[in-house]
Every structure is written in structure tokens, then in C-alpha cells.
């Protein structure tokens, strides 16, 4: 099945750790994203890559950090500079339609503080 | 940044009835999407909008792109215990980066049976 694969579901994070979440597709998108999400909140961009060795920063980007040294992969590290980390994460890829990008999501990974 | 306002934050319904939901904003968009998500699962695309007053459907699932190009709409018809959710309106405002998506706050459903 093609899709977007995010692991682990749920991950703990011990005080002054950094942690990694993992973000897998085969859908031949060359975008992905990661959103963070918090309760009765919308969704907030962290960081996005269009291309291979490619990132931008989102609105929210300090105290995280992305890699893109494959097409498929696009993980992201919570470091312990990010005080607050406890949120749902999502991690997306898009595929152009016309002048937009239509975004398709995993099913999240919820990160909680010890 | 820019926002999308979403209306309303929830709806309490019995199986069966129809339910609207809107997204507004101050701004110009060229594109809508309308996801929906299950608790603890992440956002399902349910109808993507490219131009003004659009109508699309999908099953029970209705949408508009609105006239003025600063809103949408989504409609279910008829509703059943599975459309329980969080719905999301997403879009691209006009002259923004195409690759940065701005989402509402969503709107909880729930659906009595």
C-alpha cells in the first residue's frame, strides 16, 4: 500500500533529551512536511523540505530539527531546547495539483514529557 | 500570520440530520481543502475546491468554494455515527507561498445515535 508511514505512535521524552520522530513515504512526493498539533488547536508548520537536501523553516521551528537526505524520509529531532513538547505531531507530503500542493497526512505520533 | 476562521468550534447532533460548517477569512484564497480527522489518527483530505463558487461532492459530502473567494462551506447530509471528527478547512491565500497551507481551528462533530 502506498502511503505515509510515521513512527513510533507514542513517544516519551525524559528531561533535557533529544528525541526523533520518524517520517516514511512512498509515494514519490518530493514534499514533506511536519505540523504540530495541540488540543482544540489547528494545525502549526515546523519545518517543510521540497526537495532532497532542501529545508525551510514553518512558523514554529525553534527547538526541532529536520534532515532530507532521502526522497522517502524526512525525520524530525525535538531537542531540548523545545520546552514544551508535548503535542500530537503529523507529518505530511504533498503532490502538485495545478498552481497547489494537495496534502496528504500520517497518522501522527503523540510525544508527552516525563 | 494569516487565519482561517472556522465556525462553529462544535456541533452536538442526532443521527440523521444535516450538518454546515464555514471557513472565512480576510483574505483572498485560490485553493480549499476540507480534511477530517479521527481522534488520534491524522487528517483524511475529504474535497479539494480550485476556484471560485465551485461545488463538489463527495458521497454525503458537499463544498463550496464562496463567491468572494474568502470563504467555504461544507455540508453533510444526512449524518451517521462514523462522521464523528474534528473537520479542518485548509486553503492557499492568493499571493502566498503555494507550499505553506493555512488550517482553521476546526470543528468538533458529534453524532448521537
Known sequence: DGGITQSPKYLFRKEGQNVTLSCEQNLNHDAMYWYRQDPGQGLRLIYYSQIVNDFQKGDIAEGYSVSREKKESFPLTVTSAQKNPTAFYLCASSIRQGASEKLFFGSGTQLSVL | ?113
Do not use: H
Request: hydrophobic residues 35%.
Open chain 2, 1 to 113: 500570520g494569516q487565519q482561517l476562521n472556522q465556525s462553529p468550534q462544535s456541533m452536538f447532533i442526532q443521527e440523521g440530520e444535516d450538518v454546515s460548517m464555514n471557513c472565512t477569512s480576510s483574505s483572498i484564497f485560490n485553493t480549499w481543502l476540507w480534511y477530517k480527522q479521527d481522534p488520534g489518527e491524522g487528517p483524511v483530505l475529504l474535497i479539494a475546491l480550485y476556484k471560485a463558487g465551485e461545488l463538489t461532492s463527495n458521497g454525503r459530502l458537499t463544498a463550496q468554494f464562496g463567491i468572494t473567494r474568502k470563504d467555504s462551506f461544507l455540508n453533510i447530509s444526512a449524518s451517521i455515527p462514523s462522521d464523528v471528527g474534528i473537520y479542518f478547512c485548509a486553503g492557499y491565500p492568493r499571493g502566498g507561498a503555494t507550499n505553506k497551507l493555512i488550517f482553521g481551528t476546526g470543528t468538533l462533530l458529534a453524532v448521537q445515535p
